[in-house]
């Protein structure tokens, strides 16, 4: 094998092993679970250069395949450990790593990943004053660094900042989770707080060229130009459409107030500092290989729609391709295809774009599905809905089925009447105002608290839906700021335009297909073609996803589409 991988599983470890074999190394892969094939397949990264082989670092290391180099991603990040606990993967196992790379025969380069901070909390690892995760980090560099010199490993350490990419939900996260959700009031430390990132993708390049480079020089791989921690709050809130702090509370004030009250593990008040660290080699080994880092505010802006789709890492994303795009002047969270979409679909109350997904996976082609302005992920905007959906229409070059289910089905015919030439076909689900009110839903609705309070388990209830992904998203989405209220006065809205709906599906020009569950039928007759769908009710594309889709794929063979 050309290299093997400590720490394989890990966010760092998947993604450098993933490097290497796109670059058609053979690499094994040392884990204790194999998690790693399934994602490497999902990825679509040819595994056909990997041999997975188990490995336990906290025990000296037997048995393993003869490498040219090595690589240790395998660490316990993690705060409030146990000292033993932390020590037995970042120092003892960093050293098995070390002891066990000295017998190769062949060996190039043992690459060993610490962290930015060693150089910046002194030469003795302090397990009281720092905390069990940073000491264990700082006596695991210090350690290998002594072993190394003493038996003649060429070595090479890169101590990178916080590393960014889908699948990071830990560190900063927290921080962007908490302004996501409105519960950072104000920002920890002070106006030069700098938290360096680097991205996933450069920091595993980084990594990869090392081994073919001289051996003893030592790397801090960081993005010198990450905004200051205020500026990066800021950026972030800007591009996910929620209010950023203005206020900052010093470091010194947190540690000394309760953990209850600040809710602010203490174990990271280290990292809150204004301290710049030594790049100049990473920067010109850098130069050296041709490696240019990406803007540090789009590689954050980016990041955050994967902690956004991910829910923090509490779920997988739903639909992709995924982010936050401004239309109408304001962060909307789209999904899918802006420019060659065969189907644009607009969810209803109180869900958001994942109530598509499960037809999604069933239609032939591309897919347009945003989240509502003021609702799910989307930002409100002070534009009515009508120019907002008309503004997200724009860059689409293609004509295709526009699909509404019961909420969006107003603002849906209206872009028809106006724009009949921007569309093949209107397809109107669950059509609210053709059907029966429902009484007890619309009272359960039209609280704003009542949903901030829903449960996915109570709103699957409530809907007459099984719990799944998508209800637990839009669980989620009511807890927010200001979404329940938004959705309360949008549901009371659609109740009184009824009538107006009505006398507008009159004036459509293109073709007009209505789809309804059995359960939640007509109750005005109308002059177009309904499909009703036998056991369903109100959310067929959720229960009833395959009749949805043969229902879509009929109206796209008679309009050509």
């Known amino acids: 094998m050309d290299a093997i991988v400590f720490g394989a599983t890990g966010f760092i470890g998947r993604a450098l092993v993933a490097e290497l074999l796109t670059r058609g190394q053979r690499v094994a892969a040392a884990v204790r679970n194999d998690t790693l094939t399934p994602w490497l397949t999902s990825q679509g990264v040819d595994i056909g250069g990997l041999c997975i082989v188990t490995a336990d670092i906290t025990r000296p290391l037997v048995g393993l395949p003869e490498v040219r180099d090595v690589y240790n ?32 025969p062949g060996l190039r380069r043992l690459v060993h990943i610490s962290g930015y901070r060693v150089s910046a909390t002194g030469s003795h690892p302090d397990y009281a004053r720092l905390g069990a995760y940073e000491a264990s980090k700082l006596e ?22 916080t590393v960014i990419g889908a699948g990071q939900h830990i560190g900063l996260a927290a921080l962007v989770e908490g302004l996501w959700n409105g519960r950072l009031p104000a920002l920890p430390g002070g106006p030069d707080t700098f938290l360096p990132v680097v991205t996933i993708d450069y920091f595993v390049r980084f990594l990869a060229e090392i081994p073919a480079s001289p051996a003893g020089e030592h790397y801090w791989v960081l993005d010198d130009t990450t905004p200051l921690l205020p500026e990066l709050i800021g950026t972030l809130a800007d591009h996910m459409g929620v209010r950023a702090p203005r206020r900052t509370v010093p470091a010194g004030l947190l540690r000394r107030l309760p953990r209850r009250l600040t809710g602010a593990d203490p174990e990271t ?25 990406p803007p540090a505010a789009d590689a954050l802006r980016a990041w ?7 829910r923090f890492g509490a779920a997988s994303p739903g639909l992709s391709p995924y982010g936050f795009h401004v239309v109408s002047g304001r962060p909307t969270w789209v999904t899918g295809e802006r420019q060659s979409p065969t189907h644009v679909l607009l969810h ?10 499960p037809l999604a996976a069933r239609l032939p082609g591309p897919i347009l599905a945003p989240d509502l302005p003021g609702l799910g992920r ?27 289910h019961s909420l969006a089905c107003g603002p849906a015919l209206r872009f028809a009447v106006d724009h009949p030439d921007r569309i093949s076909s209107l397809v109107l689900v669950s059509p609210a105002f053709l059907q029966a009110p429902a009484p007890r839903l619309e009272r359960s609705f039209l609280a704003a608290p009542l949903m901030r309070r829903m449960t996915a388990a109570r709103l699957a209830r409530a809907l007459g839906v099984p719990e799944g992904p998508a209800v637990h998203s839009a669980a989620e989405d009511l807890r927010r700021p200001g979404v329940a209220r938004r959705a309360a006065r949008a549901l009371r809205t659609t ?18 297909q209505l789809i309804v569950g059995s359960a939640d039928p007509l109750v005005e007759a109308v ?31 008679a309009t050509g589409g």
């Open 73 to 104: 991603a395998a660490g316990r990040f993690a705060f409030g450990l146990g000292e033993q606990e932390a020590r037995a993967t970042n120092v003892t196992g960093a050293l098995n790593v070390l002891e066990w790379a000295a017998t190769l």
């Open 140 to 161: 695991g560099d210090l350690a290998v660094r002594a072993r190394a010199d003493t038996l003649s490993v060429p070595l090479t350490i890169a101590n990178p900042s």
């Open 269 to 293: 008040l280290s990292f809150l500092s204004a301290d710049r660290y030594p790049t100049a080699s990473a920067r010109a080994f850098a130069s050296r290989t041709g490696l240019e880092m």
């Open 304 to 310: 955050a729609g994967d902690l956004v789709a991910a």
């Open 348 to 357: 209803g109350l109180p869900m958001n774009a994942d109530v598509w997904a």
């Open 378 to 404: 989307s930002a409100a905007t002070p534009q009515p809905v009508d120019a907002w959906l008309a503004d997200l229409m724009r860059p689409v070059q293609t004509r295709p089925a526009l699909v509404a």
């Open 495 to 512: 109740v009184a335009d009824r009538r107006q709906a009505r006398e507008l599906l009159d004036r459509v020009s293109v073709p007009v």
């Open 527 to 557: 002059d177009f073609p309904v499909a009703e769908i036998t056991g369903a009710g109100h959310y067929p594309q959720l229960t009833h996803p395959s009749q949805v889709a043969h229902h879509l794929g009929a109206v796209s063979a």
